[in-house]
């Protein structure tokens, strides 16, 4: 009964450096999703995926890429990190656009130093 | 452009008290509203999902109701407990084509007092 998990929980990167965060949900979820949530902010949508091999651009996307390679699996990629990346990453799944809620997963909280 | 506003950002009571929390949306044309809490340094946990054609959803001591019309939502919480204490956050899922995302207001901080 895993549901989202995401991977890593934590990471401390250098200013340039990259880095991967996985998304993985087991309830043959269609849509996928990669929020930041920043103090005083709320959560705002980086990236979004509504089936495998597809993605589109939410509310603040640069800076990231994704990938959905596979139906179960939704990448976040940071090819060279800011300190303005620094933030808690969650991803979130649902079935499709219709009446269904999302799951998320328990987020990443990443530094950028 | 879909806007969610929760009032009040802060809200402190004692134990066993009756609350409501407050969401309002600027458009009407969604096709759910999800209720969650969020424990700090932690993930959003769903406590409740409204679809457009409801007015209210129960669970335990909580009950949201859904005024689609107005473009608000309360959560009510009965007979507050100290691990009640969390933060509260709604969201709408919109029905427009490339609005299915849901959009999430900041979120009411609420601590209850043994």
Same mark, same amino acid.
């Given at each position: 009964?895993?549901?989202?998990?995401?991977?890593?929980?934590?990471?401390?990167?250098?200013?340039? /450096?990259?880095?991967?965060?996985?998304? %993985?949900?087991?309830?043959?979820?269609?849509?996928?999703?990669?929020?930041? /949530?920043?103090?005083?902010?709320?959560?705002?949508?980086?990236?979004? &995926?509504? !089936?495998?091999?597809?993605?589109?651009?939410?509310?603040?996307?640069?800076?990231?890429?994704? &990938?959905?390679?596979?139906?179960?699996?939704?990448?976040?990629?940071?090819?060279?990190? %800011?300190? &303005? /990346?620094?933030?808690?990453?969650?991803?979130?799944? &649902?079935?499709?656009?219709?009446?269904? !809620?999302?799951?998320?997963?328990?987020?990443?909280?990443?530094?950028?130093? | 452009?879909? #806007?969610?506003?929760?009032?009040?950002?802060?809200?402190?009571? $004692? #134990?066993? #008290?009756?609350?409501?929390?407050?969401?309002?949306?600027?458009?009407?044309?969604?096709? @759910?509203?999800?209720?969650?809490?969020?424990? $700090?340094?932690?993930?959003?946990?769903?406590?409740?999902?409204?679809?457009?054609?409801?007015?209210?959803?129960?669970?335990?001591?909580? @009950?949201?109701?859904?005024?689609?019309?107005?473009?608000?939502?309360?959560?009510?919480? +009965?007979?507050?407990? $100290?691990?009640?204490?969390?933060?509260?956050?709604?969201?709408?899922?919109?029905?427009?084509?490339?609005?299915?995302?849901?959009?999430?207001?900041?979120?009411?901080?609420?601590?209850?007092? +043994?």
């Amino acid at each position: 009964n895993a549901g989202v998990t995401q991977t890593p929980k934590f990471r401390v990167l250098k200013t340039g /450096q990259s880095m991967t965060l996985l998304c %993985a949900q087991d309830m043959n979820h269609e849509y996928m999703y990669w929020y930041r /949530q920043d103090p005083g902010m709320g959560l705002r949508l980086i990236h979004y &995926s509504v !089936g495998e091999g597809t993605t589109a651009k939410g509310e603040v996307p640069d800076g990231y890429n994704v &990938s959905r390679l596979k139906k179960q699996n939704f990448l976040l990629g940071l090819e060279s990190a %800011a300190p &303005s /990346q620094t933030s808690v990453y969650f991803c979130a799944s &649902s079935y499709d656009r219709g009446p269904w !809620g999302y799951t998320f997963g328990s987020g990443t909280r990443l530094t950028v130093v | 452009k879909q #806007e969610v506003t929760q009032i009040p950002a802060a809200l402190s009571v $004692p #134990e066993g #008290e009756n609350l409501v929390l407050n969401c309002s949306f600027t458009d009407s044309a969604i096709y @759910n509203l999800q209720w969650f809490r969020q424990d $700090p340094g932690k993930g959003l946990t769903s406590l409740l999902l409204i679809q457009s054609s409801q007015r209210e959803q129960t669970s335990g001591r909580l @009950n949201a109701s859904l005024d689609k019309s107005s473009g608000r939502s309360t959560l009510y919480i +009965a007979a507050s407990q $100290p691990g009640d204490s969390a933060t509260y956050l709604c969201a709408v899922r919109g029905t427009t084509s490339g609005t299915y995302k849901y959009i999430f207001g900041t979120g009411t901080r609420l601590k209850v007092l +043994a």
